[in-house]
């Protein structure tokens, strides 16, 4: 529609122009064609004046002018020959047809014939006058006249000497053209001529339109191509025509560039405050709206009143204090036993307790909803497809329909957060796959990111999920798609490819579906490091602490595992290889120890009630195979740990054991190494951990390899300090520069440059509708 109002534009003035043209050129054409129409009249009048002229001369010889008339009156059945006449050399008229007009004598003919426009004004309309000469072609020797085969008659009295040599006139014939005839032909001309401009009008007017066309979508196309920084970056070949526009857009952005490092002060590390900064200026404190199924805090009914827990979550670890920094809104299911108690009429609440950074917005589910979306579809169906940890993954139709409802639920809940209609909204995990959509729907300006917190798997093993297109589909509602790696991000795509008709471009790593652009990209997560005015206990006094608590014996080595209670965190894998460990080198047994906290998790769920009997058989059989009364090679805590108590356990370790057997990323390693500021410590990890690709200096293993596992359990016993400092500084480097600031930076920064861009596309597609 715009590019015909432009087009319009195109148009009107040539129209215009047209018609113009053929108002100037109807007077001028009718000159022209009267001039052409006189000249052919005169050429026409010496024609019939020269057939004319024998009869004429013979008539007047021989005094049968009377005669004439019938000859007369057949050449004015000509509809351009009005009337004709004859005169005498001395100006009398001596026949004429019926129509030649009683005031028009001789003399007054010759007069009008004489004039630049010979036209003589009648009642019936105006006539062009001729006269024409008819000579006396005779020898002017008196003869006999035989050679004529006439007798020679009496000669008209001469008005010439008889002795010049120039023929003697001797009538003139008056030839009257009918000039409403040359009206009638100049009017079809001026039609004619009308009807050409307006058809040459009309094919100027469809190539105008075909050529505007073509060079709007060139233009848009470029603008477009513009805008994805195509030819921001290279030079303009192909469209010279935006080559100002690029640059106008080059500096626009080279100053947002400068005046956001300018605003940043010199490279410092990620820190809330940087985030808070990068909120203001890159999305001008755009309204931030988290969801998630956990809840940040869960308020619980005990004996002694309402208590605050913080879940067992790599999700909230990591989002948590990047909420705290940005304020807004987290939506996520209210499942606490006093949850509904502590809320306002709007179903929020103040977090964290006491500071009120942000709000908690709690969403209730019934049983029936929790078991379909939450036990059923998200952790039957998708958690098990995505870790291919060889728990066959269980599809339910009910499960997905409450998928379906309860992720409808939340983008209702999101609509109503919404202070304005393009808030920032980010979309945590799987349980939302659905939600991105959702929420494009009803929000269309808003920016959504979505973070899948756990692995992609191949197009393959996605493709058992009977909803696969409906997932994906939904994912592409988001502005940006974040993984913990490249590699997942490359499964993602692929899955794309494989089941939907989507635009990929490899090189900006985006995804077109349904004219909407997402950007997939590789964002690790991580923590929030310890700031330098939190003190954490001494090492020595948290190793006491535990010693004692747990009745450890005194020199143990103290490995520790801290995990929730899941079969995709390798936990059996980890015992066997402490048996192994413990068989290969017995003079540890009596000196080593491994802590495995394992918080509970998914109960109602029989796979994971199930994991957590065979773990605790399985704990059973090596305390019984190594221990004695006082001493257990395997302290099994199956209960959930608060924070503190979480870090006290990591400054008491020599080893932190992480053997997830398929991680999205993994934060326990992390914190791990947060925690030891003392630079001691050997972290074992998981090759199938997502951080794995950050942390090569941890003694990387394959869990499912118990042999290497436990040689990896070994060798991290006997450590040497100075080996474990260098590793562990390393270690710390990394993560502190690569904190959970970083990622939610480096994802809003993303975010603020693709809403920049978007309203730079908005404007230049007004620009081009005005
Ligand atoms: O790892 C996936 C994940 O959703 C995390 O984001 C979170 O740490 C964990 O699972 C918690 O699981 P749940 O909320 O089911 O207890």
């Not at 402490?578 to 120890?593: Q, S, T």
Request: with cysteine.
């Amino acid at each position: 529609m715009k590019t015909y109002r432009l087009q319009l534009r195109f148009l009107l003035p040539l129209v215009a122009t047209l018609i113009a043209a053929a108002w100037l050129a109807a007077p001028v054409f009718d000159k022209l064609t009267l001039r052409w129409f006189s000249r052919d009249l005169t050429s026409r009048g010496i024609l019939v004046a020269n057939a004319l002229s024998d009869s004429v001369a013979d008539a007047v010889l021989y005094d049968r002018v009377q005669r004439l008339k019938p000859l007369f009156n057949r050449a004015v059945e000509d509809e351009r020959l009005f009337a004709v006449g004859v005169c005498s050399p001395s100006g009398a008229l001596l026949t004429k047809t019926d129509r030649y007009p009683a005031t028009l004598d001789c003399e007054r003919a010759a007069e009008v014939a004489q004039e630049a426009q010979p036209h003589l004004a009648l009642e019936g309309g105006s006539v062009h006058v001729a006269v024409r000469d008819v000579l006396d072609r005779r020898p002017r020797t008196p003869g006999t006249g035989a050679e004529f085969g006439l007798p020679l008659p009496q000669l008209p009295p001469a008005e010439e000497p008889a002795t010049t040599s120039e023929p003697l006139v001797l009538a003139r014939i008056v030839l009257l053209h009918d000039l409403s005839f040359i009206e009638r032909r100049s009017q079809d001309t001026r039609r004619y001529l009308i009807g050409m401009i307006a058809a040459l009008g009309l094919v100027i007017s469809f190539i105008t339109v075909v050529v505007a066309q073509l060079s709007w979508r060139g233009w848009v196309n470029g603008a477009r191509a513009l805008m994805r920084g195509e030819v921001l970056l290279a030079p303009i070949t192909s469209s010279p025509e935006l080559a100002p526009l690029a640059a106008d857009l080059r500096g626009r952005l080279r100053d947002l560039e400068d005046e956001y490092r300018r605003s940043q002060g010199p490279e410092t590390e990620w820190n809330a405050g940087r985030l808070r900064q990068l909120l203001k200026t890159q999305l001008s404190g755009d309204q931030v709206i988290v969801v998630s199924n956990r809840e940040p805090y869960i308020h619980e009914k005990t004996e002694t009143g309402i208590v605050v827990k913080r879940p067992a979550s790599g999700l909230v670890t990591a989002v948590e204090p990047v909420m705290r920094a940005c304020s807004g809104t987290w939506i996520a299911h209210g499942s606490g036993s006093a949850d509904r108690d502590v809320v306002d009429a709007a179903d929020r609440v103040a977090v964290p307790p006491g500071h009120d950074d942000y709000w908690l917005r709690r969403i209730w589910l019934t049983p029936e909803e929790e078991q379909g979306y939450y036990y059923g579809f998200a952790n039957e169906g998708l958690w098990p497809l995505c870790h291919v940890a060889h728990v066959r993954p269980v599809f339910r139709e009910s499960d997905w329909q409450a998928y379906k409802e309860v992720n409808r639920r939340f983008a209702d809940a999101v609509v109503a957060e919404a202070r304005g209609d393009d808030p920032v909204v980010l979309v945590q995990d799987y349980h939302f796959a659905l939600l991105p959509a959702l929420i494009r729907e009803k929000l269309p300006r808003a920016t959504i990111l979505t973070f899948w917190h756990i692995p992609w798997p191949n197009p393959e093993s996605f493709g058992i999920c009977p909803w696969r297109r409906e997932i994906l589909q939904g994912m592409l509602g988001s502005t940006i798609l974040g993984f913990h790696t490249r590699y997942h991000c490359k499964n993602f795509i692929e899955t794309v490819d494989r089941y939907l008709e989507a635009r990929i471009e490899h090189e900006h790593s985006t995804i077109s579906y349904r004219e909407k652009d997402t950007l997939v990209e590789s964002y690790p997560i991580s923590i929030e490091w310890p700031r330098e005015d939190e003190s954490m206990p001494p090492v020595a006094q948290c190793r006491a602490n535990v010693v004692a608590r747990l009745a450890l014996p005194q020199q143990a080595c103290i490995a520790v595992g801290i995990d929730r209670f899941d079969y995709t965190k390798g936990i059996l894998e980890r015992m066997n290889a402490v048996e192994r460990f413990l068989e290969k080198h017995p003079e540890w047994v009596g000196r080593f120890v491994l802590v495995q906290v394992a918080a509970p998790t998914r109960a109602a769920l029989d796979e994971y009630r199930n994991f957590s009997l065979r773990v605790q058989e399985l704990a059973d059989r090596i305390n019984a195979r190594f221990g004695n009364g006082t001493y257990a090679p395997i302290v099994l805590l199956a209960k959930h740990h608060e924070h503190d108590a979480v870090m006290e356990l990591f400054r008491a370790a020599d080893i932190c054991l992480v053997t997830s057997l398929h991680d999205g990323m993994n934060l326990v390693c992390k914190e791990f190494v947060a925690a030891r500021d003392d630079q001691q410590g050997v972290l074992i990890l998981s090759r199938f951990a997502g951080a794995a690709r950050e942390m090569p200096e941890a003694l990387i293993v394959n869990p499912y390899h118990v042999e290497e596992t436990a040689d990896a359990l070994h060798r991290a016993a006997v450590m040497p300090p100075a080996e474990q400092r260098e590793r562990m500084a390393s270690l710390r480097s990394t993560v502190r520069e690569f904190n959970v600031f970083r990622w939610a930076g480096r994802m809003l920064a993303d975010a603020g440059r693709w809403r920049l861009r978007a309203r730079i596309e908005e404007r230049v597609r007004r620009l081009g509708a005005s």
